[in-house]
Protein backbone atom coordinates (compact mmCIF):
# COMPACT_ATOMS: atom_id res chain seq x y z
CA UNK A 1 0.00 0.00 0.00
CA UNK A 2 2.95 2.30 0.89
CA UNK A 3 4.52 1.80 -2.52
CA UNK A 4 1.01 2.23 -4.33
CA UNK A 5 0.81 5.64 -2.60
CA UNK A 6 4.22 6.80 -3.14
CA UNK A 7 3.91 5.54 -6.82
CA UNK A 8 1.13 8.00 -7.47
CA UNK A 9 3.55 11.01 -6.06
CA UNK A 10 6.26 9.73 -7.95
CA UNK A 11 4.96 9.18 -10.84
CA UNK A 12 3.74 13.46 -11.10
CA UNK A 13 7.62 14.15 -9.59
CA UNK A 14 9.26 12.18 -12.64
CA UNK A 15 6.75 13.90 -15.09
CA UNK A 16 7.45 17.65 -13.81
CA UNK A 17 11.35 16.54 -14.12
CA UNK A 18 11.36 15.43 -17.30
CA UNK A 19 9.14 18.08 -18.88
CA UNK A 20 10.79 21.20 -16.64
CA UNK A 21 11.67 23.21 -19.96
CA UNK A 22 7.96 22.60 -20.94
CA UNK A 23 6.47 23.75 -17.67
CA UNK A 24 8.85 26.76 -17.24
CA UNK A 25 9.25 27.81 -20.77
CA UNK A 26 9.05 31.54 -20.48
CA UNK A 27 8.01 32.63 -17.12
CA UNK A 28 9.71 34.73 -14.73
CA UNK A 29 12.40 33.04 -12.61
CA UNK A 30 10.91 33.40 -9.73
CA UNK A 31 7.72 32.17 -10.80
CA UNK A 32 9.41 28.73 -11.78
CA UNK A 33 11.63 28.68 -8.43
CA UNK A 34 8.52 28.78 -6.36
CA UNK A 35 7.42 25.27 -7.58
CA UNK A 36 10.39 23.57 -5.62
CA UNK A 37 8.39 24.65 -2.21
CA UNK A 38 5.45 22.73 -4.02
CA UNK A 39 7.31 19.48 -5.26
CA UNK A 40 8.73 19.80 -0.86
CA UNK A 41 5.00 19.65 -0.49
CA UNK A 42 3.57 17.34 -2.44
CA UNK A 43 6.71 14.96 -1.95
CA UNK A 44 6.03 15.18 2.46
CA UNK A 45 2.38 15.00 2.36
CA UNK A 46 1.28 13.23 -0.89
CA UNK A 47 -2.04 13.47 -2.58
CA UNK A 48 -4.78 13.63 0.24
CA UNK A 49 -6.85 10.43 0.09
CA UNK A 50 -10.17 10.11 2.80
CA UNK A 51 -7.51 9.72 5.86
CA UNK A 52 -7.09 13.37 5.94
CA UNK A 53 -9.99 14.93 7.17
CA UNK A 54 -10.51 17.25 4.81
CA UNK A 55 -10.84 15.17 2.28
CA UNK A 56 -13.14 12.59 3.81
CA UNK A 57 -15.85 12.28 1.13
CA UNK A 58 -13.61 12.36 -1.68
CA UNK A 59 -10.60 10.33 -2.20
CA UNK A 60 -8.39 12.36 -4.86
CA UNK A 61 -5.97 10.33 -4.91
CA UNK A 62 -7.45 8.16 -6.73
CA UNK A 63 -8.77 10.81 -9.00
CA UNK A 64 -5.45 11.98 -10.42
CA UNK A 65 -4.29 7.83 -10.12
CA UNK A 66 -4.88 7.51 -14.30
CA UNK A 67 -2.77 7.61 -16.52
CA UNK A 68 -3.47 11.05 -18.93
CA UNK A 69 -3.01 10.72 -22.41
CA UNK A 70 -2.13 14.16 -23.01
CA UNK A 71 0.17 16.83 -20.59
CA UNK A 72 0.60 20.59 -20.83
CA UNK A 73 -0.86 20.62 -24.58
CA UNK A 74 -3.07 24.17 -24.92
CA UNK A 75 -5.55 24.39 -26.73
CA UNK A 76 -7.71 26.98 -28.15
CA UNK A 77 -10.98 25.03 -29.49
CA UNK A 78 -13.70 27.44 -27.76
CA UNK A 79 -17.33 26.85 -26.88
CA UNK A 80 -19.87 29.14 -27.02
CA UNK A 81 -18.77 31.93 -23.97
CA UNK A 82 -20.94 32.41 -20.96
CA UNK A 83 -23.45 34.83 -21.13
CA UNK A 84 -22.94 36.31 -24.72
CA UNK A 85 -24.88 39.14 -24.37
CA UNK A 86 -23.87 40.59 -20.74
CA UNK A 87 -21.73 43.68 -20.74
CA UNK A 88 -18.92 42.34 -18.70
CA UNK A 89 -15.24 42.33 -18.70
CA UNK A 90 -14.30 38.66 -19.48
CA UNK A 91 -11.44 36.50 -19.38
CA UNK A 92 -11.97 33.08 -20.98
CA UNK A 93 -9.51 30.16 -20.58
CA UNK A 94 -9.26 26.76 -22.30
CA UNK A 95 -7.85 23.93 -20.04
CA UNK A 96 -6.40 26.35 -17.75
CA UNK A 97 -4.71 28.87 -20.46
CA UNK A 98 -5.88 31.93 -22.11
CA UNK A 99 -5.95 31.12 -25.85
CA UNK A 100 -5.23 35.22 -26.51
CA UNK A 101 -2.48 35.32 -24.22
CA UNK A 102 -4.06 38.65 -23.40
CA UNK A 103 -3.55 40.89 -20.13
CA UNK A 104 -5.89 44.03 -20.90
CA UNK A 105 -6.19 47.38 -18.90
CA UNK A 106 -9.94 48.81 -18.67
CA UNK A 107 -10.09 52.78 -18.74
CA UNK A 108 -11.01 52.43 -15.13
CA UNK A 109 -7.22 51.14 -14.10
CA UNK A 110 -8.35 47.79 -13.25
CA UNK A 111 -6.11 44.54 -15.12
CA UNK A 112 -7.52 41.74 -16.38
CA UNK A 113 -6.32 38.45 -18.38
CA UNK A 114 -3.86 36.11 -18.39
CA UNK A 115 -1.79 35.47 -14.86
CA UNK A 116 1.02 34.58 -17.30
CA UNK A 117 1.25 37.94 -18.95
CA UNK A 118 0.55 39.44 -15.63
CA UNK A 119 3.62 37.75 -14.28
CA UNK A 120 5.55 39.06 -17.08
CA UNK A 121 4.18 42.51 -17.44
CA UNK A 122 6.52 45.22 -16.39
CA UNK A 123 3.16 46.74 -14.98
CA UNK A 124 1.71 43.69 -12.62
CA UNK A 125 5.11 41.23 -11.94
CA UNK A 126 5.58 42.78 -8.81
CA UNK A 127 1.75 42.49 -7.82
CA UNK A 128 1.99 38.79 -8.71
CA UNK A 129 5.15 38.06 -7.61
CA UNK A 130 4.17 39.96 -3.94
CA UNK A 131 0.51 37.99 -3.70
CA UNK A 132 0.84 34.95 -5.80
CA UNK A 133 1.48 31.62 -3.18
CA UNK A 134 0.55 33.78 -0.11
CA UNK A 135 -2.96 32.73 0.66
CA UNK A 136 -2.82 29.17 -0.65
CA UNK A 137 -1.84 26.23 1.44
CA UNK A 138 0.09 24.74 -1.00
CA UNK A 139 2.44 23.34 2.30
CA UNK A 140 -0.47 21.49 3.63
CA UNK A 141 -2.52 20.71 1.07
CA UNK A 142 -0.98 18.33 -1.72
CA UNK A 143 -4.29 19.02 -4.32
CA UNK A 144 -2.96 22.71 -3.64
CA UNK A 145 0.39 21.66 -3.90
CA UNK A 146 0.33 19.59 -7.14
CA UNK A 147 -1.44 22.22 -9.08
CA UNK A 148 1.15 24.98 -8.45
CA UNK A 149 3.86 22.36 -9.27
CA UNK A 150 2.26 22.08 -13.15
CA UNK A 151 0.80 25.57 -13.70
CA UNK A 152 1.55 27.26 -16.66
CA UNK A 153 -1.05 29.85 -17.02
CA UNK A 154 -4.61 31.21 -15.50
CA UNK A 155 -6.49 34.00 -14.44
CA UNK A 156 -5.35 37.14 -12.97
CA UNK A 157 -7.94 40.23 -12.18
CA UNK A 158 -6.34 43.18 -10.16
CA UNK A 159 -8.80 46.20 -8.70
CA UNK A 160 -6.75 49.57 -8.53
CA UNK A 161 -7.78 51.60 -4.77
CA UNK A 162 -11.23 52.97 -4.56
CA UNK A 163 -12.33 52.12 -8.08
CA UNK A 164 -16.14 51.00 -8.38
CA UNK A 165 -17.18 48.52 -11.50
CA UNK A 166 -20.37 48.43 -12.86
CA UNK A 167 -20.11 45.83 -14.73
CA UNK A 168 -18.83 42.40 -13.76
CA UNK A 169 -15.77 40.37 -14.47
CA UNK A 170 -16.54 37.06 -16.13
CA UNK A 171 -13.88 34.25 -15.66
CA UNK A 172 -15.23 31.79 -17.91
CA UNK A 173 -13.43 28.37 -17.35
CA UNK A 174 -13.99 26.03 -19.89
CA UNK A 175 -12.24 22.35 -20.08
CA UNK A 176 -12.04 20.49 -23.43
CA UNK A 177 -10.89 17.08 -24.77
CA UNK A 178 -11.62 14.70 -27.32
CA UNK A 179 -11.07 10.68 -26.97
CA UNK A 180 -8.12 11.25 -24.80
CA UNK A 181 -7.61 11.38 -21.35
CA UNK A 182 -6.10 14.87 -20.00
CA UNK A 183 -4.89 16.97 -16.90
CA UNK A 184 -4.83 20.80 -16.92
CA UNK A 185 -3.96 23.07 -13.74
CA UNK A 186 -4.52 26.26 -13.64
CA UNK A 187 -4.26 29.28 -10.99
CA UNK A 188 -6.46 32.63 -10.45
CA UNK A 189 -5.31 35.71 -8.64
CA UNK A 190 -7.84 38.39 -7.43
CA UNK A 191 -6.58 41.63 -6.23
CA UNK A 192 -8.74 44.08 -4.71
CA UNK A 193 -7.08 47.35 -3.44
CA UNK A 194 -8.73 49.37 -0.43
CA UNK A 195 -12.06 50.33 -0.72
CA UNK A 196 -12.64 48.60 -4.40
CA UNK A 197 -16.27 47.13 -5.47
CA UNK A 198 -16.61 44.85 -7.86
CA UNK A 199 -18.73 41.59 -8.83
CA UNK A 200 -16.90 38.54 -10.23
CA UNK A 201 -18.20 35.76 -11.95
CA UNK A 202 -16.76 32.12 -12.44
CA UNK A 203 -18.14 29.26 -14.61
CA UNK A 204 -16.75 25.87 -14.79
CA UNK A 205 -17.99 24.24 -18.27
CA UNK A 206 -16.46 21.63 -19.74
CA UNK A 207 -16.87 20.34 -23.38
CA UNK A 208 -15.69 16.26 -25.44
CA UNK A 209 -15.85 12.75 -25.04
CA UNK A 210 -12.75 11.94 -23.15
CA UNK A 211 -12.42 12.36 -19.58
CA UNK A 212 -10.44 15.63 -18.38
CA UNK A 213 -9.60 15.90 -15.12
CA UNK A 214 -8.86 19.81 -13.28
CA UNK A 215 -6.65 20.92 -10.32
CA UNK A 216 -7.31 24.15 -9.49
CA UNK A 217 -6.48 27.16 -7.34
CA UNK A 218 -8.06 30.58 -6.18
CA UNK A 219 -5.97 33.33 -4.53
CA UNK A 220 -8.40 36.25 -3.41
CA UNK A 221 -6.74 39.45 -1.22
CA UNK A 222 -9.33 41.52 -0.24
CA UNK A 223 -8.06 45.44 1.10
CA UNK A 224 -9.31 47.41 3.89
CA UNK A 225 -13.15 48.27 2.72
CA UNK A 226 -13.31 46.63 0.14
CA UNK A 227 -16.59 44.96 -1.17
CA UNK A 228 -16.34 41.59 -3.46
CA UNK A 229 -19.01 39.51 -4.81
CA UNK A 230 -18.29 35.82 -6.19
CA UNK A 231 -20.90 34.09 -8.39
CA UNK A 232 -19.35 30.48 -9.14
CA UNK A 233 -21.09 28.23 -11.54
CA UNK A 234 -20.35 24.86 -11.90
CA UNK A 235 -21.78 23.65 -15.05
CA UNK A 236 -19.46 20.21 -16.14
CA UNK A 237 -20.07 17.51 -18.11
CA UNK A 238 -19.36 13.97 -17.56
CA UNK A 239 -16.95 12.61 -17.77
CA UNK A 240 -15.13 15.78 -16.18
CA UNK A 241 -13.44 16.09 -12.28
CA UNK A 242 -12.87 19.64 -11.16
CA UNK A 243 -10.68 19.67 -7.54
CA UNK A 244 -10.69 23.38 -6.64
CA UNK A 245 -9.22 24.86 -3.48
CA UNK A 246 -10.45 28.49 -3.04
CA UNK A 247 -7.96 30.59 -0.56
CA UNK A 248 -9.86 34.20 0.66
CA UNK A 249 -7.74 36.69 2.84
CA UNK A 250 -9.61 39.89 4.18
CA UNK A 251 -8.29 42.95 5.48
CA UNK A 252 -10.45 45.00 7.51
CA UNK A 253 -13.56 46.42 7.43
CA UNK A 254 -13.79 44.32 3.81
CA UNK A 255 -16.86 42.61 2.69
CA UNK A 256 -16.81 39.44 0.32
CA UNK A 257 -20.02 37.11 -0.48
CA UNK A 258 -20.16 33.93 -2.62
CA UNK A 259 -22.69 32.55 -3.99
CA UNK A 260 -21.56 29.18 -6.16
CA UNK A 261 -24.24 26.59 -7.63
CA UNK A 262 -23.59 22.81 -8.75
CA UNK A 263 -25.88 22.52 -11.28
CA UNK A 264 -24.08 20.47 -14.14
CA UNK A 265 -22.70 17.01 -13.95
CA UNK A 266 -19.45 15.09 -13.18
CA UNK A 267 -17.14 14.70 -10.23
CA UNK A 268 -16.94 18.37 -7.88
CA UNK A 269 -14.66 18.48 -4.88
CA UNK A 270 -14.29 22.23 -3.72
CA UNK A 271 -13.10 23.53 -0.70
CA UNK A 272 -13.84 27.83 0.26
CA UNK A 273 -10.64 28.52 3.04
CA UNK A 274 -11.57 31.84 4.11
CA UNK A 275 -9.11 34.12 6.76
CA UNK A 276 -10.58 37.29 8.38
CA UNK A 277 -7.42 38.72 9.39
CA UNK A 278 -8.45 41.87 10.42
CA UNK A 279 -11.10 43.22 12.75
CA UNK A 280 -14.88 44.18 11.27
CA UNK A 281 -14.32 42.13 7.96
CA UNK A 282 -17.26 40.00 7.26
CA UNK A 283 -17.70 36.71 5.04
CA UNK A 284 -20.88 35.19 3.67
CA UNK A 285 -21.36 32.48 1.62
CA UNK A 286 -24.07 30.65 -0.41
CA UNK A 287 -24.18 27.35 -2.01
CA UNK A 288 -26.42 24.84 -3.56
CA UNK A 289 -25.23 21.20 -5.21
CA UNK A 290 -28.00 18.80 -7.37
CA UNK A 291 -26.71 15.24 -7.72
CA UNK A 292 -28.63 12.72 -9.77
CA UNK A 293 -26.80 9.54 -11.23
CA UNK A 294 -23.52 8.53 -9.92
CA UNK A 295 -22.40 11.74 -9.82
CA UNK A 296 -20.47 13.30 -6.64
CA UNK A 297 -20.11 16.62 -5.11
CA UNK A 298 -18.34 17.65 -2.28
CA UNK A 299 -18.19 21.36 -0.60
CA UNK A 300 -16.22 22.15 2.31
CA UNK A 301 -16.66 25.95 4.03
CA UNK A 302 -13.74 26.89 6.47
CA UNK A 303 -13.63 29.98 7.73
CA UNK A 304 -10.58 31.43 10.18
CA UNK A 305 -11.63 34.60 12.60
CA UNK A 306 -7.95 35.29 13.10
CA UNK A 307 -9.53 38.97 14.31
CA UNK A 308 -11.58 40.40 16.76
CA UNK A 309 -15.09 42.18 15.62
CA UNK A 310 -15.81 39.77 12.13
CA UNK A 311 -18.76 37.78 11.03
CA UNK A 312 -19.55 35.32 9.01
CA UNK A 313 -22.39 32.96 7.77
CA UNK A 314 -22.50 30.15 5.36
CA UNK A 315 -25.79 28.33 4.15
CA UNK A 316 -24.54 25.11 1.71
CA UNK A 317 -28.22 23.38 0.47
CA UNK A 318 -28.04 20.39 -1.44
CA UNK A 319 -30.19 17.55 -3.13
CA UNK A 320 -29.27 13.85 -4.42
CA UNK A 321 -31.08 11.56 -6.29
CA UNK A 322 -30.38 8.28 -8.26
CA UNK A 323 -27.11 7.00 -6.97
CA UNK A 324 -25.16 10.23 -6.31
CA UNK A 325 -23.14 11.57 -3.26
CA UNK A 326 -22.93 14.87 -1.88
CA UNK A 327 -21.49 15.75 0.84
CA UNK A 328 -20.77 19.51 3.32
CA UNK A 329 -17.92 19.54 5.58
CA UNK A 330 -17.42 22.87 7.56
CA UNK A 331 -15.27 24.48 10.07
CA UNK A 332 -14.78 27.63 11.88
CA UNK A 333 -11.96 28.44 13.87
CA UNK A 334 -12.15 31.39 16.76
CA UNK A 335 -8.58 32.23 17.58
CA UNK A 336 -8.04 33.43 20.99
CA UNK A 337 -7.85 37.39 20.36
CA UNK A 338 -11.31 36.95 18.17
CA UNK A 339 -13.32 38.42 20.69
CA UNK A 340 -16.87 39.48 19.40
CA UNK A 341 -17.17 37.42 16.44
CA UNK A 342 -20.15 36.32 15.22
CA UNK A 343 -20.53 32.96 13.32
CA UNK A 344 -23.25 30.89 11.38
CA UNK A 345 -22.99 27.67 9.58
CA UNK A 346 -25.88 25.58 8.30
CA UNK A 347 -26.05 22.93 5.90
CA UNK A 348 -29.43 21.75 4.90
CA UNK A 349 -30.30 18.87 2.43
CA UNK A 350 -32.76 16.59 0.59
CA UNK A 351 -32.76 13.17 -0.54
CA UNK A 352 -34.31 12.20 -3.35
CA UNK A 353 -33.93 8.68 -3.67
CA UNK A 354 -32.92 5.72 -1.40
CA UNK A 355 -30.02 5.07 -2.68
CA UNK A 356 -28.50 8.66 -2.81
CA UNK A 357 -26.68 9.13 0.10
CA UNK A 358 -25.88 12.44 1.81
CA UNK A 359 -22.79 13.10 4.49
CA UNK A 360 -22.61 16.41 6.27
CA UNK A 361 -19.99 17.87 9.33
CA UNK A 362 -20.68 20.81 10.38
CA UNK A 363 -17.81 21.36 13.21
CA UNK A 364 -16.58 25.19 15.68
CA UNK A 365 -13.70 25.55 17.08
CA UNK A 366 -13.70 28.23 19.55
CA UNK A 367 -10.83 29.46 21.87
CA UNK A 368 -12.89 33.15 22.67
CA UNK A 369 -15.04 33.75 25.21
CA UNK A 370 -17.16 36.25 24.04
CA UNK A 371 -18.90 34.99 20.71
CA UNK A 372 -21.86 34.21 18.97
CA UNK A 373 -21.60 30.85 17.01
CA UNK A 374 -23.74 28.31 16.31
CA UNK A 375 -24.17 25.70 13.04
CA UNK A 376 -26.48 22.84 12.43
CA UNK A 377 -27.29 20.68 9.66
CA UNK A 378 -30.40 18.55 8.63
CA UNK A 379 -30.76 15.66 5.69
CA UNK A 380 -34.65 15.16 5.09
CA UNK A 381 -36.96 14.37 2.19
CA UNK A 382 -39.50 16.37 0.72
CA UNK A 383 -43.00 17.51 2.30
CA UNK A 384 -45.62 14.91 1.12
CA UNK A 385 -48.26 17.30 3.16
CA UNK A 386 -46.62 20.26 1.05
CA UNK A 387 -47.32 17.99 -2.23
CA UNK A 388 -50.49 17.20 -1.57
CA UNK A 389 -51.69 20.18 -0.83
CA UNK A 390 -50.59 21.39 -3.98
CA UNK A 391 -51.82 18.77 -5.97
CA UNK A 392 -55.59 19.26 -4.31
CA UNK A 393 -55.67 22.41 -6.29
CA UNK A 394 -54.39 21.29 -9.42
CA UNK A 395 -50.97 20.99 -9.73
CA UNK A 396 -49.38 17.50 -10.95
CA UNK A 397 -47.01 15.27 -8.46
CA UNK A 398 -43.94 16.36 -11.04
CA UNK A 399 -45.21 20.21 -10.94
CA UNK A 400 -45.62 19.71 -7.42
CA UNK A 401 -42.53 18.05 -6.69
CA UNK A 402 -40.49 20.96 -8.99
CA UNK A 403 -42.21 23.85 -7.16
CA UNK A 404 -41.06 22.67 -3.65
CA UNK A 405 -37.67 21.75 -4.53
CA UNK A 406 -37.28 25.25 -6.20
CA UNK A 407 -38.14 27.02 -3.34
CA UNK A 408 -35.99 24.98 -1.21
CA UNK A 409 -33.23 26.38 -3.50
CA UNK A 410 -34.39 30.06 -4.03
CA UNK A 411 -32.57 30.81 -0.31
CA UNK A 412 -28.83 30.26 -2.32
CA UNK A 413 -30.28 31.09 -5.71
CA UNK A 414 -31.62 34.56 -4.95
CA UNK A 415 -28.31 35.95 -4.34
CA UNK A 416 -27.76 35.88 -8.05
CA UNK A 417 -27.23 39.91 -8.75
CA UNK A 418 -27.30 40.00 -12.56
CA UNK A 419 -30.46 39.22 -14.79
CA UNK A 420 -28.92 37.20 -17.03
CA UNK A 421 -26.88 34.99 -14.77
CA UNK A 422 -30.24 34.54 -12.74
CA UNK A 423 -31.95 33.46 -15.42
CA UNK A 424 -29.17 30.87 -17.10
CA UNK A 425 -28.80 29.48 -13.13
CA UNK A 426 -32.99 29.30 -13.55
CA UNK A 427 -32.89 27.04 -16.51
CA UNK A 428 -29.96 25.36 -15.99
CA UNK A 429 -30.92 23.92 -12.23
CA UNK A 430 -34.65 23.90 -13.65
CA UNK A 431 -33.73 20.89 -16.29
CA UNK A 432 -31.48 19.35 -13.48
CA UNK A 433 -34.33 18.92 -11.26
CA UNK A 434 -36.44 17.72 -13.77
CA UNK A 435 -33.88 14.66 -14.21
CA UNK A 436 -33.89 14.08 -10.84
CA UNK A 437 -37.14 11.97 -10.40
Known sequence: MIRAMQSIEQHFLDS??????IINDGLPMWFNARRSDAVAALHLSGLPDRHDERYRYSDVRELFSGEPEQYFVPRRRMAAPLLPDMDAYRIELVNGRCPDGRLLISDEGIAYGSLREAARSPLYASVVEEWLDSVADVAG?????LTRIFVQDGAFVYLPEGVELNRPIVLDNRYHTDDESELCFTQTLVVAGRGARADIIVSHRS????RVTVGYTRETVVEEDADIHFSELFDMERPASLVMNSYLRQRGGSRCSTMCCKCGEGYLRAMYNTDLAAPHASNELWG??????????DIGVTTRHSSSDCSSYSLVKGAAAGDSVGAFSGHVYVAPDAQHTDAQQQSRNLLLSDRARIHTRPQLEIYADDVKCSHGATVGQLDDEAIYYMRQRGLSEAQARLLQIEGFAYDVTSHCRH???????GERTSDKFKRMW
Open 16 to 21: YLSNID
Open 141 to 145: DGAAA
Open 207 to 210: SGTG
Open 288 to 297: LYLCDGDEHC
Open 419 to 425: AELCRYI
